[in-house]
C-alpha cells in the first residue's frame, strides 16, 4: 500500500481546517451560554457565498470575507430569533440548517459549474522547498495559518482578557452576568456572529480550496461535525484544533484508502468519519471524562430579563 | 420601547393564530424572494398553493399527490412530535427512513420470486424495525453513555445514506437491471407492493397508517398515563422525576416510537410511489418532518393539517418549477422560512407584549 505520510499529513491539515474554523466559532457561541445548531447552515451559506463573489470577482480575498459576511447575515436570523424574541434554541438552529441549505442552492444555481480563482499558496523560498517540513507547514493557503491564528486568539481572549471573562460569565450564569449589569443579550449576539462568520469561513474553504467547486449540499455534515469536536474538546479551543486534526486525518486517510484500493467497500471508508465522531462522542460523555462537566452552565437556555 | 412579560402559561389563542399568520408571513416574504428571482410573485404562490388543488389542468393529476406527499409527512411528524414533547430531539427521521426502506425491502426481496400475501405485511414489520434500531443506536448511547442524542441521530442520517449507496449498487442491486444501480421495482411485483388503493386518491397503505398514528398519538396524549408522563417531562422535568417518570424508559419509547414510524414511512415509500430502493429514493422527508411536527404545534390534529400544506408546497413546488422554472431549491428555502416565522411568532403565544412607560433604563 503506497501512502506517502509527507502528503498524508498536508492533507490532514487541509481536510481540518473547514471543522477547525466552524467548531472553534462555535466554541466561543457556547462558551457564551447559546447552542446553535445551525453550524451546517452557516457553512453552506459560507461556501456558497465565498464561491460565488470569488468567481465574481476574481479575488479569493473578497470571497472569504463575503464567506464570513454570508455565514454572519444567517447567524443574525439565528440572533434575533433567540435573544429578541425567546425562541427555542434547537428548533432555531434546525431551522438554520434547513433554510441555509435550500438558499444555498438556489443561490448557487446559476454558478455550479464555474471554477473559483485559485488561492495562493503560501511559497517562502528556502522554508517552502525543505524537505517533510516545507510541504507540511510551509505551503498552505493563507487560510490555515488564520485559523490556527483564531485558535490561539480566541484562547487568549477568553482566558486572559476581560472581554473573555464576560463572554464565560455569561454562559456559566445569565441572571448573575445580568445582574452584574454586564449586557447579556449583546454579548451573546456578538459571539453568534462571529460564530457564524467562522462557519462562514469554514464552508468557503470548501468550495473555494478544497474541492474547489460548488455543488449542492457540499459540506455534507461538516457543520455537525464541529458540532460534535466542541463537546470533544469539553469547550477548550486547544483541543478543537486537537480534535480537528485528528478528524482530518481520518476523513485524509480514508480518502486515501479508496484511491488505494483497498480491500474495503468505500461506503464502509466514507462512513467512517461520521461513525468515529459518533464514537468519540459515546466515549466523552461517559466515564471519568464526563465532558458535560466543562460545559458552560447556561448552555441553551432562555435569558428572559425581568424588571 | 417594548417589554416582554411571561405568559402563566401559553395563549391558547395566539398558539392556534400563530400557525396561520406564520403562513401568511411565508407568503409574503415567499413571494419577494420569487420577485428577487424575476418571476412574478402573485402567480408564483397561486401556482404553489391554489393550482394543485382547483386548476381544473393539473389538480386531476396533483389532488392525489397531496396524500401520497402528506402521509410519509405525517407518519414521520407524528413520532417526531412525541419526543420533542418530552425534551428529547431526535432528528434523525431521515436515517431512520432510509433504514426502514432497507430492511422492509431486504426481506421482501429475500424471498423473490415466491408469491405469499404474507411477505407485505412482514416487510411491513421488517420496515419498523429496521427504523426503530436505527433510532435505538441514539436511544441507547443516550441512557447509557449520556450522549447527546440531536448530534447522533443526525450523524447516523449521513452513515445511513453512505449505507443506502451501497445497498443500491450491492447486496440490494437488481440482478437483471443490466448493471444500472437500484433494486427491483418492488411496486411491479405483487406479493410486496403497496397500491393505490383507492383509483386516483392517492391512498396508499402509508397514508392509512399515517391517520391512524394521527388517532393513537391523539389517544395516547389525551387519554392515557404514558401521554401524561411525556408532557409533564417536557413542561417540568423535575416534577416528573418526583412523579415517578422513568427519563430513561422515556427516551427509549420515544426514539423507538419515532424510529418505527420513520421506518413504516420509508417502507410505504419504497413499495409504492418510489418503487424501488435507489440512492437517492429519499427525498428529505425526515428533515421536513420537523417543520411539520413544529407547524402542527406538536399537535397530532395539527401535524395532520400541517402535513397536507406541507405536501402542497412540494406539489406546488414542482408545478412552479415546470410553470415558472423556479428552482425546486427555492421551495426548500420557504419551508425553511416557514419555520423562521414560526419560531418567531412564538414569543406571541408565551409572553405578553407591554409597552413600556417613561423608563429609560433596560
Known amino acids: 500500500m503506497m501512502i506517502d505520510p509527507v502528503t498524508l499529513i498536508a492533507a490532514l491539515i487541509v481536510a481540518s481546517t473547514p471543522i477547525l474554523l466552524a467548531g472553534i466559532g462555535e466554541l466561543v457561541v457556547e462558551k457564551a451560554g447559546v447552542l446553535n445548531l445551525g453550524v451546517e447552515g452557516m457553512m453552506i451559506m459560507g461556501a456558497v457565498c465565498g464561491f460565488a463573489i470569488a468567481v465574481q470577482t476574481g479575488s479569493p480575498t473578497l470571497g472569504f470575507l463575503a464567506a464570513a459576511a454570508g455565514g454572519a447575515a444567517l447567524s443574525l436570523i439565528f440572533a434575533i430569533l433567540t435573544q429578541y424574541l425567546l425562541s427555542n434554541q434547537v428548533a432555531t ?31 517562502i523560498p528556502g522554508l517552502s522547498d525543505m524537505p517533510v517540513l516545507g510541504p507540511i507547514l510551509f505551503s498552505h493557503t493563507s487560510m490555515v495559518y488564520i485559523s490556527v491564528g483564531l485558535v490561539v486568539a480566541v484562547w487568549a481572549v477568553l482566558k486572559h482578557t476581560h472581554i473573555g471573562l464576560v463572554i464565560r460569565a455569561v454562559g456559566e450564569n445569565h441572571d448573575a452576568a445580568h445582574a452584574l449589569g454586564y449586557k447579556v443579550v449583546r454579548v ?39 458540532l460534535a469536536l466542541v463537546v470533544f474538546a469539553s469547550w477548550k479551543p486547544g483541543r478543537v484544533m486537537l480534535g ?47 465532558a458535560a462537566l466543562n460545559a458552560p452552565a447556561a448552555l441553551g437556555k432562555v435569558f428572559h430579563a425581568t424588571g | 420601547m417594548f417589554k416582554l412579560e411571561k405568559r402563566p402559561s401559553p395563549s391558547k389563542p395566539w398558539i392556534l393564530a400563530t400557525p396561520i399568520l406564520a403562513v401568511v408571513m411565508t407568503m409574503l416574504a415567499g413571494g419577494l424572494m ?59 427521521a431521515e436515517g431512520q427512513y432510509i433504514m426502514g426502506a432497507i430492511a422492509g425491502a431486504t426481506f421482501g426481496l429475500a424471498f423473490y420470486p415466491t408469491e405469499s400475501p404474507l411477505i407485505f405485511p412482514g416487510m411491513v414489520i421488517a420496515g419498523a424495525l429496521g427504523g426503530w434500531a436505527w433510532a435505538m443506536i441514539p436511544a441507547i448511547l443516550r441512557t447509557v453513555f449520556r450522549t447527546n442524542e440531536i448530534l447522533v441521530s443526525l450523524l447516523l442520517v449521513y452513515v445511513a445514506e453512505k449505507f443506502l449507496a451501497s445497498a443500491a449498487v450491492g447486496f440490494l442491486r437488481n440482478p437483471e437491471g443490466s448493471g444500472f444501480p437500484g433494486s427491483r421495482q418492488l411496486n411491479r411485483i405483487d406479493a410486496m407492493s403497496n397500491p393505490e388503493l383507492f383509483a386516483n386518491t392517492g ?49 427509549i419509547l420515544c426514539l423507538g416510537v419515532s424510529g418505527a414510524l420513520a421506518g413504516l414511512a420509508g417502507l410505504f415509500e419504497v413499495s409504492g410511489p418510489a418503487g424501488q430502493i435507489s440512492i437517492d429514493f429519499n427525498v428529505g422527508y425526515g428533515f421536513t418532518a420537523i417543520i411539520v411536527a413544529f407547524l402542527g404545534r406538536l399537535h397530532p390534529v395539527g401535524i395532520l393539517l400541517a402535513g397536507l400544506l406541507m405536501a402542497l408546497t412540494y406539489i406546488g413546488g414542482e408545478l412552479a418549477q415546470l410553470m415558472l422554472g423556479i428552482p425546486a431549491s427555492a421551495i426548500q428555502a420557504f419551508q425553511g422560512m416557514l419555520l423562521f416565522f414560526l419560531l418567531a411568532l412564538d414569543v406571541l403565544s408565551n409572553y405578553r407584549i407591554r409597552m413600556k412607560k417613561g423608563e429609560a433604563t433596560a
Not at chain 1, 100 to 123: C, F, Y
Request: hydrophobic share 55%; proline share 5%.
Open chain 1, 93 to 123: 438552529g434546525l431551522a438554520l440548517t434547513l433554510f441555509g441549505l435550500g438558499l444555498s442552492s438556489l443561490i448557487g444555481e446559476s454558478i455550479s459549474g464555474s471554477t473559483p480563482p485559485p488561492v495562493a499558496r503560501l511559497d
Open chain 2, 34 to 92: 420569487f420577485a428577487v428571482l424575476g418571476k412574478n410573485p402573485f402567480e408564483a404562490i397561486r401556482i404553489i398553493f391554489y393550482d394543485p388543488l382547483f386548476n381544473a389542468q393539473f389538480a386531476s393529476y396533483s389532488r392525489p399527490q397531496l396524500l401520497v406527499k402528506a402521509g410519509p409527512l405525517i407518519l414521520i411528524a407524528i413520532g417526531l412530535s412525541l419526543g420533542f414533547r418530552a425534551g428529547i430531539w431526535n432528528i434523525g
Open chain 2, 203 to 251: 391512498m396508499h397503505w402509508g397514508v392509512v397508517m399515517a391517520f391512524i398514528s394521527v388517532i393513537a398519538a391523539y389517544i395516547l396524549l389525551n387519554k392515557h398515563l404514558l401521554g401524561y408522563q411525556i408532557k409533564l417531562a417536557g413542561q417540568a422535568p423535575r416534577a416528573a422525576k418526583f412523579a415517578g417518570v422513568n427519563p430513561s424508559r422515556l427516551i
Open chain 1, 244 to 290: 480537528a486534526y485528528l478528524f482530518g486525518g481520518i476523513t485524509a486517510l480514508q480518502l486515501r484508502l479508496q484511491a488505494a484500493g483497498i480491500d474495503v467497500p468505500v461506503e464502509i471508508l466514507a462512513m467512517s468519519p461520521y461513525v468515529i465522531t459518533i464514537l468519540v462522542l459515546v466515549i466523552m460523555s461517559s466515564g471519568k471524562a464526563r
Open chain 1, 188 to 226: 451573546r449576539i456578538a459571539a453568534i456572529l462571529f460564530g457564524g462568520a467562522c462557519a462562514g469561513l469554514g464552508g468557503a474553504f470548501f468550495s473555494m480550496v478544497r474541492v474547489p467547486q460548488w455543488t449542492e449540499g457540499m459540506t455534507a455534515g461538516a457543520g455537525w461535525i464541529a
